[in-house]
Nanobody, 123 residues
Framework: QVTLVESGGGLVQAGGSLRLSCSAS????????MAWFRQAPGKERELLTT???????????DYKESVQGRFTISGDNTKSMVYLQMNSLKPEDTAVYYC?????????????WGQGTQVTVSS
């Protein structure tokens, strides 16, 4: 069982930055692929970025093209934490942001979800 808790959302002006945090309570945190999703009002939930542990505190990160270069995922395996640094925010980035996890050995969907944190970008 994995419990995920996000924090760091809020209101920011366009062009600003926010850093989201995701705290995970999981045995063998390194065995999980972590991800950030978001869901805007009236839209489907979309996958933004994933982090897969390679060894120690080293990981591979992948990004959706629309956020590549603006968003950066990072993690600390020793603290069971994952972060999402968001720069050059746009009003269209307004959404509820979710942290999610799945076993890296699994090809199923993400089994574990946080409660979400609201990000609002004003123009």
């Amino acid at each position: 069982q994995v419990t995920l808790v996000e924090s760091g959302g809020g209101l920011v002006q366009a062009g600003g930055s926010l850093r989201l945090s995701c705290s995970a309570s999981a045995r063998a945190f390194h065995a999980y692929t972590m991800a950030w999703f978001r869901q805007a009002p009236g839209k489907e939930r979309e996958l933004l970025t994933t982090l897969t542990w390679i060894g120690g505190n080293t990981y591979q990160a992948d990004y959706k093209e629309s956020v590549q270069g603006r968003f950066t995922i990072s993690g600390d395996n020793t603290k069971s934490m994952v972060y999402l640094q968001m720069n050059s925010l746009k009003p269209e980035d307004t959404a509820v942001y979710y942290c999610a996890a799945r076993r890296s050995s699994s090809r199923n969907g993400y089994d574990y979800w946080g409660q979400g944190t609201q990000v609002t970008v004003s123009s």
